[in-house]
């Protein structure tokens, strides 16, 4: 299922090579630093999504953050679903849920030019982004906001 979501062409074109990034994935299930999660309505799985505390991997772009603070990465897999504000939903029920058990801060960080992705995010409630540029590349970090959305 990881396999086909990720071979989408909305996928891959955010994600990279599907094979590459199931062995990504493949590896952050046995990393216990990685919550991986598979996302369904009414029984039909239709996206992925992994959040981690940002000092577990450093990053530039996530490094003032404070600790136990989570960073979300997430993909919807299934093409009928997209636009349907499912995204959205399951994003805002997570960061939520993570603010809840205690994270100071939870945080995305799409592409600048993920334009659909950015709009689901702020959808879901990551108000506040500044434009970062990370390896040559413009990457929004985007910050949960519970009372935006």
């Given at each position: 299922m990881l396999r086909?979501?990720?071979?989408?062409?909305?996928?891959?074109?955010?994600?990279g090579d599907p094979d590459h990034e199931l062995g990504l994935i493949e590896e952050d299930l046995q990393e216990d630093r990685m919550a991986n999660l598979i996302v369904a309505v009414d029984g039909q799985?239709?996206?992925?999504?992994?959040?981690?505390?940002?000092?577990?991997?450093?990053?530039?772009?996530?490094?003032?953050?404070?600790?136990?603070?989570r960073a979300i990465d997430t993909f919807v897999g299934e093409p009928t679903m997209l636009g349907k504000g499912h995204g959205s939903g399951y994003l805002r029920q997570?960061?939520?849920?993570?603010?809840?058990?205690?994270?100071?801060?939870?945080?995305?960080?799409?592409?600048?030019?993920?334009?659909?992705?950015?709009?689901?995010?702020?959808k879901a409630g990551f108000g506040k982004a500044e434009r970062r540029v990370v390896s040559g590349e413009a990457i929004m970090v985007m910050y949960f906001t519970p009372n935006t959305g």
């Open positions: 086909r979501w990720l071979a989408t062409p909305e996928v891959r074109k955010w994600w799985p239709f996206a992925y999504v992994q959040h981690y505390e940002v000092h577990s991997w450093p990053q530039e772009h996530l490094a003032h953050l404070p600790a136990g603070s997570l960061a939520i849920e993570l603010l809840a058990s205690g994270a100071p801060e939870v945080v995305i960080d799409p592409e600048a030019d993920n334009i659909r992705a950015c709009r689901a995010y702020e």
